[in-house]
Nanobody, 125 residues
Framework: QVQLVESGGGLVQAGGSLRLSCAASGRTFSTYAMAWFRQAPGKEREFVAAIRWSSSTTYYADSVKGRFTISRDNAKNTVYLQMNSLKPEDTAVYRC??????????????????WGRGTQVTVSS
């Protein structure tokens, strides 16, 4: 079992920055990859970014490339999402996810088997 707890959400003005954290506990040694998803009101959950735990290979949605950076700290079993140049359309509940097995994909909900409960990010204009 892997437990994920997000933190760092809040209210910021457009152009501001936030850093989200997701602390993992449990069988973290088996974590293959972690990711961030977000869900805005009335919309489906969408992929934001992912990172392979061992290689640090990263993947990003086109909407956040150049603005968001995903990283991880193996010693702390924590993944981060640095969010810069925030826009109102970034407003959503952000959830981190983990998978303990290899998956050919990285941007689908079914690619992950553990989820945090989410943290709210609100960007005002």
């Amino acid at each position: 079992q892997v437990q994920l707890v997000e933190s760092g959400g809040g209210l910021v003005q457009a152009g501001g920055s936030l850093r989200l954290s997701c602390a993992a506990s449990g069988r973290t040694f088996s974590t293959y990859a972690m990711a961030w998803f977000r869900q805005a009101p009335g919309k489906e959950r969408e992929f934001v970014a992912a990172i392979r735990w061992s290689s640090s290979t990263t993947y990003y949605a086109d909407s956040v490339k150049g603005r968001f950076t995903i990283s991880r700290d193996n010693a702390k079993n924590t993944v981060y999402l640095q969010m810069n140049s925030l826009k109102p359309e970034d407003t959503a509940v952000y959830r981190c996810a983990a998978r303990t097995y290899y998956s050919g994909g990285y941007s689908s909900l079914v690619d992950y088997n553990y989820w945090g409960r989410g943290t709210q990010v609100t960007v005002s204009s």
